[in-house]
């Protein structure tokens, strides 16, 4: 049976400790890596802090006071020693450099200057620089054609997917092509890709306009295939979405499409062909598409090694017979229509699960979770969700977001049940949007015994949830903490003190509609906190 949340735990508040210092930063971040999450309020209040535990590189601090200075470096008088050191530059290092620039002044990298010094080696990363254009593009076969393994182009909405293609044509030793959000790259990107690069175990054609049916010969060509991410395609049939007025006839137009990629990658002679397509795959991701239950079933059915499934933002009503796949350690099926049932069967059957993202379950992207009735997460489910994931011995992170449900039969516990049992556990927890969430259901954080480890948690997230100071002694016991939300929830200054004496490592604070503190210093936080 399953057991009941009861009062056990302790529920005695820890003791406030005197502060004390983390070391002095040392050096100057260069960017912020507080993972974006879709469903959480704007981070327009973040406040952040540098927590250094040891000194950079010599290496490291040279880089950072060369990109500070990129611009007077590279157009003033020092212009020509630059360049010159920027040529001798070993390839690694480089690669490196770039990224720090392409970060803090991807303004500035004309296309001159990215061809000339960091068009090189055997990787090129180019995320959407205003200063790539055509000829950028057009330069990379001739100058790292016979070695490129991997190409990432992101966020380019103004190359044609005639030009993709050609640059793609010309590199057959890929081994990585990542061309997310490069909206306009089609069925002519693909069928270059599958002419030339057959040695890809990457492919990332998110939030691009590929066709299922143009991904078959693609697939066919790379048998070693291990990542495919596909996410946000809404013309995978090869007609807009918008012919579909009924979305019902949308998804059996997608079904007998998926039905004829796959009778596609049929291969009459197996053995001669090598281990058959998509048996290899670890990772797939089929976010944000119109894909329905028999299209889920028709991927699952050939992926047999996979251990990362992401579905989230999907018609997806019926779990596919995922039980086989004992390898799964990351699930993600936000915003879909799963079964509280089925989604507690299913983790029963994946010990080796760590990922779990089961955000507003049963609520259609978009929808307003405060008054949908079809959620599929409440207090009970919770409960035996909990039980089953406590043969998850690897769980560490779960997302939890806007199950608006949860929390309204206070007296069952169920929140404090999976705080204390499966929360205080994991190394990211997001419980945002939760508004029943109090204080008192964290204080399952807080270890119960004196032999008990406190909480692995460096990163958690309760964003418009009911909490108040009262749960900064729960939340400061989490001495690991790094990244901690709480917009628009009832902290003030002095429960974010006591969480921030605690916390040594914590550098992220988001307290965007906080009101309890004052609006000038939502950004500066950590500032204020030093100066008392």
């Not at 880089?63 to 611009?71: G, L, M, N, Q, W």
Request: hydrophobic share 40%; with cysteine.
């Amino acid at each position: 049976m399953s057991k009941r949340p009861s009062g056990e735990g302790s529920s005695r508040r820890p003791a406030k400790k005197t502060r004390h210092n983390a070391l002095p930063p040392f050096g100057a971040a260069l960017s912020s890596d507080l993972l974006a999450q879709t469903n959480d309020p704007s981070s327009s209040a973040l406040s952040t802090r540098l927590v250094t535990l040891s000194l950079p590189s010599l290496a490291t601090l040279s880089a950072r006071v060369f990109v500070k200075s990129f611009v007077p470096l590279f157009d003033g008088q020092h212009g020509p020693s630059t360049r010159t050191w920027l040529r001798r530059m070993p390839d690694p290092v480089a690669s490196k450099l770039f990224a720090m620039l392409r970060a803090s002044q991807p303004a500035f990298l004309r296309h001159e200057t990215i061809v000339t010094y960091f068009i090189r080696g055997d990787s090129v990363v180019l995320a959407g620089e205003p200063g790539v254009t055509v000829e950028t593009l057009s330069a990379i076969p001739r100058l790292v054609g016979q070695r490129l393994r991997t190409l990432v182009l992101t966020d380019f909405s103004r190359f044609s997917d005639a030009t993709l293609a050609s640059l793609v044509g010309k590199l057959h030793l890929l081994e990585v092509l990542n061309l997310r959000n490069c909206v306009k790259v089609g069925p002519k990107t693909a069928a270059a890709a599958a002419k030339s690069c057959h040695r890809l175990i990457s492919l990332n054609l998110n939030n691009t306009n590929v066709t299922l049916v143009s991904l078959a010969p693609l697939i066919l060509a790379n048998p070693s295939l291990q990542v495919l991410k596909i996410a946000g395609i809404h013309n995978f049939v090869g007609l807009s979405a918008l012919n579909y007025c009924a979305e019902l006839e949308y998804h059996l137009q997608t079904d007998t499409t998926c039905s004829k990629l796959f009778s596609l990658l049929e291969v009459p002679d197996r053995a001669a062909e090598g281990p058959p397509p998509l048996s290899q795959l670890r990772s797939l991701k089929l976010r944000h598409g119109s894909l329905s239950d028999p299209s889920f079933a028709m991927w699952i059915a050939r992926c047999p090694l996979l251990q990362t499934f992401d579905a989230s933002f999907t018609p997806l009503r019926r779990l596919p017979d995922l039980q086989t796949l004992t390898s799964l350690q990351k699930l993600a099926i936000t915003s879909t229509f799963i079964s509280s049932a089925d989604l507690v069967d299913l983790v029963r059957h994946l010990p080796r699960l760590k990922t779990l993202s089961i955000g507003a379950l049963g609520v259609k992207p978009g929808a307003n979770t405060m008054t949908s009735t079809a959620m599929s997460l409440n207090d009970e489910s919770l409960v035996r969700l909990t039980d089953a994931l406590e043969g998850c011995a690897g769980i560490e992170n779960i997302n939890l977001v806007r199950n608006a449900k949860l929390g309204l039969t206070s007296r069952d516990g169920a929140l404090r049940y999976f705080v204390q049992k499966i929360g205080r556990k994991c190394k990211s927890l997001n419980l945002s949007g939760i508004t029943p969430l109090r204080s008192s259901d964290l204080a399952g954080l807080f270890p119960s015994t004196d032999t008990e480890a406190k909480s692995p948690l460096h990163t958690l997230l309760l964003n418009k949830t009911g909490i108040d100071d009262d749960a900064a002694p729960w939340i400061a016991s989490c001495s690991s903490l790094e990244a901690l939300e709480v917009a628009e929830t009832k902290f003030t200054a002095d429960g974010l003190r006591t969480i921030i004496s605690e916390c040594p490592l914590l550098s992220k604070l988001n307290l965007t509609g906080c009101r309890g503190i004052n609006v000038t210093d939502r950004r500066r936080f950590f500032e204020v906190w030093k100066d008392k």
